[in-house]
C-alpha cells in the first residue's frame, strides 16, 4: 500500500498541469483515473494481507477453519470504508450520469477535503518524541520503503510504459493505467514480503540481492530501451503512429507520477489495523521531505525538453554556472580546513595528492567562467592560456584521482616501500599528460570554433581520447577502491593480542616463526620510519621516582602515526604497534607487557633495532 498510494491531488495534479496542460491536456485526467484504480483495485490485494495477519494472529491461540478466515476476510474487506466508499463513488456516478447533485457534492467534498488534513494531524501527534527513537537497523526498513517509493517506482514505471507504448501505440491510454497498476502492485507484494526480514540482509548477505536488484532495475531496462529502440529504428515501419516524443512524453509522465509522495492514507491504514504505526510515521516524513527535491529536479528536467536549443544551451549554462560557484567555494573551504589544522598534515603523501585534486578543479572552474563571461577569441595569448588551464583542470582531475586511490590503497595495505617509489611519478603524470595533451590537440588539429562551452568539441579523435582516459581513470579507480575495502574487511582479531587488566604478559617468538606480514611491517618501520620517529617523541621521562631515558607513550606512538598516515585510526595502529612489539622493534620499559594506547604505559625503541633484520 505505501509505493502504491501517492498524493496526487494534493501535489501532483499542480506540478502535472503546470508541465503538461498545453502540451499533453489528457495527463491531468488520469491522475483523477489512477486514485480509484489504487482504491478499488491494488489496495484491496493489500487488505487481504492485513486481513490474513489480522486473522492468523487473533486465532493464535484457539484455531479457526480455512472458510471461516476467507468469510471473515472478505467480510472486513468489504465493510472497510475506504474501499466502501470508493466503490459507492464509483456506482453513484454513473446512477446519477456523471452529474452529482450540488447539496451532495459540496457535502462530500467538505468531507473528502477533511481527511487528508486529520491523516496529517494525527501523524504529527504520532510523530512526537518518536523520530529519535529511529537509529541503527530501525531505519533500514523505513529507507528501504523510501527508497522504494521514490527510486525504484519511477524508474520502473518510466521504463514500462515506454516498453509497451512503443510495442503498442494504439492503446497508449489503458496501457499507461495498467502498466501503473501492474508495477505497483508487484512493487507491493514485495513490499510485504521484505518485512521483517531486511534486519537479517547485512555484511556478505547484501551481496546477492544487491547484484539481482541492481541487473533487474537498471542494466535489464536499459537494454530493453536499447534493444527497442535499435528494432524501431532497423524497422521504421512497426514504429509507433504518434511517433517518438509522444512515447517520450508518456515515458516521462510515468516516472514523475512515480515520484509524487505517498499520500496519509497509508499512515490511517497501518493505525487501523496497528501495524508498525512509527515505522510508516517515519516512512512518510521522510518521503515527503525526499521527494520534494526529486520532484522538483524531474519536474526541471522535463520543462528543459520542450525548450529551443539557444533557450536549453542558456538554460545549461546558467546550470554550469552555479555548480562551478558551490565547487569553487567547496574547494576554497577544503583548502582553508588543511591550513587551520593544529597539526598540519599537507606535508604528507595523501594530503599532497588531494591538494593537487583541489588545485585541479579550481583551475577548471576559473577556466569556464573565464570563458563563459569574458568571451576572448581563441587564438589570442588570453584565449590559449585559457583552453590550456581548462584542459590541464579536466585532464589532471583524470590523472590524479586513480594515483590518490592507489596511494589510499597502498597505505591500507602498509606498502610504504612502494608507496614511496611512486611518489615521484604521481607528479611526472599529474604535470606531464595534460601538457603533451594540450601540446599534440594544439599543433595536430586547427583551433576549436568560438563557443560558450568549453569542453564542447567536435573533433572525434579528441572525443575519442577523453573518453579513453575516462574509462581507464575509472577503471583503476573501481579497482583500487575494491581492492582498498576488501583489505579493510578482512579478519585481522586473530592478530590483535587481548589486553586483560594487567594482566597482559606476552610470549615474543623468534624472528624466524614471525608471520610474514609482522616482519615486512617492522622492516618497513625501521628502514623509513624509526630514526624520525625517535627524533620526534623519544624523550626522557620521570615515571615513579625513576628516570627512564628515550621512552614515549602508547598514546604518543600511535598519534605520531595517524600524523603521518601509517595507520588510518587507533585501531589500526594499534595493530601496526603490536607487529613492532613481535619484532622486538619497541617493548614496554619492563619488557613484558603488550601495547596499549594508553598514556600510563611506557614504551622504548630496542638497541637492536637500528638495523633492518635478515
Known amino acids: 500500500i505505501n509505493p502504491t498510494q501517492t498524493n496526487d ?22 491522475l483523477y483515473l489512477l486514485a480509484p484504480v489504487n482504491l478499488t483495485i491494488l489496495n484491496p490485494f493489500g487488505f487481504i494481507f492485513l486481513e490474513l495477519h489480522k486473522s492468523r494472529c487473533r486465532a493464535a491461540g484457539s484455531p479457526e477453519s480455512n472458510s471461516y478466515i476467507a468469510l471473515n476476510v472478505l467480510r472486513n474487506i468489504v465493510t472497510n470504508p475506504i474501499v466502501f466508499m470508493s466503490m459507492l463513488g464509483m456506482a453513484c456516478n454513473f446512477i446519477f450520469h456523471h452529474e452529482p447533485p450540488d447539496l451532495l457534492f459540496k457535502i462530500l467534498d467538505v468531507f473528502s477535503s477533511a481527511f487528508s488534513a486529520t491523516a496529517l494531524f494525527l501523524l504529527g501527534l504520532r510523530m512526537v518524541g518518536k523520530v529519535q527513537t529511529l537509529h541503527g537497523t530501525a531505519l533500514i526498513v523505513p529507507g528501504v520503503l523510501i527508497g522504494v517509493k521514490l527510486v525504484i517506482v519511477p524508474l520502473v514505471l518510466r521504463q514500462v510504459v515506454y516498453a509497451l507504448l512503443t510495442a503498442f501505440p494504439d492503446n497508449a491510454p489503458s496501457i499507461k493505467v495498467f502498466s501503473s ?19 537479517t540482509l547485512h555484511g556478505t548477505a547484501l551481496i546477492v540481492p544487491g547484484v539481482l536488484i541492481g541487473v533487474k532495475l537498471v542494466i535489464v531496462p536499459l537494454v530493453l530501451r536499447q534493444v527497442v529502440y535499435a528494432l524501431l529504428t532497423a524497422f521504421p515501419d512497426n514504429a509507433p503512429t504518434n511517433g517518438t516524443a509522444s512515447v517520450e512524453a508518456y515515458s516521462t509522465f510515468a516516472f514523475l507520477y512515480g515520484t509524487v509522495p505517498s499520500a496519509p492514507g497509508v499512515f490511517v491504514y497501518a493505525t487501523s489495523y496497528n501495524l508498525d504505526v512509527e515505522l510508516i510515521a517515519s516512512s512518510m516524513v521522510a518521503c515527503t521531505f525526499l521527494s520534494a527535491p526529486i520532484m522538483f529536479v524531474s519536474a526541471r528536467l522535463i520543462s528543459l525538453t520542450t525548450l529551443e536549443r539557444k533557450d536549453y544551451e542558456g538554460a545549461l549554462g546558467k546550470f554550469n554556472t ?12 577544503l583548502v582553508t580546513s588543511f591550513l587551520c589544522q593544529k597539526n598540519s598534515r599537507s606535508r604528507h603523501l595523501l594530503n599532497r595528492l588531494v591538494n593537487l585534486l583541489v588545485i585541479s578543479r579550481i583551475c577548471a572552474i576559473l577556466a569556464y567562467l573565464s570563458i563563459q563571461y569574458l568571451d576572448r577569441p581563441h587564438h589570442t595569448p588570453p584565449g590559449l592560456v585559457e583552453r590550456f588551464i581548462n584542459v590541464f583542470g579536466d585532464f589532471s582531475t583524470l590523472v590524479i584521482i586513480p594515483c590518490l586511490a592507489l596511494a ?22 599529474y604535470m606531464g599528460l595534460p601538457v603533451f595533451y594540450y601540446l599534440v ?28 582516459a575516462l574509462f581507464l581513470a575509472l577503471l583503476v579507480t573501481v579497482v583500487c577502491l575494491v581492492l582498498t575495502q576488501r583489505q579493510k574487511s578482512k579478519d585481522t582479531t586473530q592478530q590483535i593480542i587481548e589486553i586483560y587488566n594487567k594482566e597482559d604478559r606476552i610470549q615474543l617468538v623468534p624472528w624466524d616463526q614471525l608471520s610474514f606480514e609482522t616482519r615486512h611491517v617492522c622492516d618497513q618501520f625501521i628502514g623509513y620510519h624509526l630514526r624520525q620517529c ?65 598514556r600510563h ?3 622504548t625503541f630496542v638497541p637492536s633495532a637500528n638495523c633492518t633484520r635478515r
Open 322 to 333: 552555479d555548480i562551478c560557484v558551490v565547487s569553487l567555494f567547496a574547494c576554497v573551504w
Open 408 to 429: 589510499v590503497l597502498l597505505t591500507v595495505c602498509h606498502n610504504f616501500t612502494l608507496l614511496v617509489y611512486l611518489r615521484p611519478y604521481f607528479y611526472i603524470l
Open 601 to 603: 604505559k611506557l614504551y
Open 534 to 598: 625517535r627524533t620526534d617523541i623519544a624523550r626522557d621521562i620521570r615515571w615513579k621516582l625513576l628516570l627512564y631515558k628515550q621512552c614515549f607513550t602508547g598514546e604518543q606512538f600511535i598519534s605520531w602515526l595517524l600524523a603521518h598516515d601509517i595507520a588510518q585510526d587507533r585501531g589500526r595502529g594499534l595493530e601496526y604497534a603490536q607487529h613492532l612489539v613481535q619484532g622486538r622493534v619497541i617493548r614496554h620499559i619492563q619488557g613484558a607487557y603488550a601495547f596499549q594506547d594508553s
Open 181 to 199: 497498476a501492474f508495477s505497483a502492485t508487484a512493487l507491493f507484494l514485495l513490499g510485504l514480503r521484505m518485512v521483517g526480514k531486511v534486519q
Open 441 to 468: 590537440s594544439s599543433f595536430i588539429h586547427s583551433p576549436p570554433p568560438p563557443t560558450s562551452d568549453p569542453n564542447d568539441t567536435s573533433d572525434p579523435i579528441e572525443l575519442a581520447v577523453q573518453n579513453l
Open 9 to 30: 491531488y494534493a501535489l501532483g495534479v499542480p506540478i502535472v498541469k503546470a508541465l503538461y496542460e498545453k502540451v499533453h491536456p489528457e495527463f491531468l485526467p488520469y
